[in-house]
């Protein structure tokens, strides 16, 4: 909460925590999908934060996301994850483009009906959308960060609909299996966890919250490097 805290105070005045309201999913592809998926190179596959059963009025939120080898626990801490998930600047995907990977807080098109934007296209929209390496001790790994507060605030939300709070697109156009060559991001066969690290919204009121975690964690399922082909078996087809 603190690191979207400092990036909102600015913005909107913000108040000590108080008990949580809605409840916080993450998901693949869609407002309600898997939690585990294949990430094969060249696909583009998008992460959705989503919340339900909100009612209360609003004015801001926040969604943190961090990418690792594993999925952080009383007895693991989180491992940096490989080239291919290093969108960071200093990283080899960030490095390549600064465009492979999009964060933003609507949903695409084709859901915007069923699982509408949370802000609800408020006046006086901001959007703060950035990706970091995070090198503390015992937290190394990627980090997704959207930050959104919107003038006077929404009055109320319907409960009985799942609201987008951001969408993250993944590009793997350069990621690869194996290891990367120039102009190539390696280890993408490795499977990482896209995990919670912060969540919250703003009340009308002034008062920070955080959501109850639904569903705070996803991962992706190994894939297997393509197998290098010799000259023999090349030949061996054509006899």
Request: with cysteine; glycine share 10%.
């Amino acid at each position: 909460m603190k690191r979207i805290a400092l990036v909102l105070a600015g913005v909107v005045s913000l108040a000590a925590p108080a008990h949580a309201e809605g409840t916080f999913d993450l998901s693949w592809d869609g407002c309600t999908g898997p939690i585990t998926k294949s990430i094969v190179p060249g696909s583009v596959s998008t992460v959705y934060a989503t919340v339900s059963g909100q009612s209360a009025g609003h004015n801001a939120y926040g969604v943190t996301l961090a990418i690792s080898i594993n999925c952080p626990s009383a007895l693991l801490d989180p491992l940096t994850p490989p080239d291919a998930w290093r969108f960071d600047a200093a990283g080899c995907q960030g490095s390549i483009s600064n465009s492979l990977l999009l964060i933003d807080r609507n949903p695409e098109s084709a859901l915007s009906k069923t699982c509408p934007t949370f802000n609800q296209h408020a006046e006086g929209t901001l959007q703060i959308a950035k990706v970091q390496y995070d090198p503390f001790v015992n937290n190394v790994g990627v980090e997704l960060i959207l930050a959104v507060s919107y003038g006077p605030g929404v009055a109320s939300s319907d409960p009985n609909t799942r609201y987008t709070l951001g969408r993250f697109v993944i590009d793997q156009s350069h990621g690869v299996t194996g290891a990367g060559t120039p102009g190539t991001c390696g280890g993408l066969e490795i499977p990482v966890c896209i995990w919670t690290r912060d969540q919250g919204w703003n009340a009308l009121s002034g008062t920070w919250s955080t959501w109850t975690p639904g569903v705070t964690s996803l991962r992706t399922t190994s894939a297997t490097p393509a197998r290098a082909t010799t000259w023999g078996e090349i030949r061996n087809q054509y006899r």
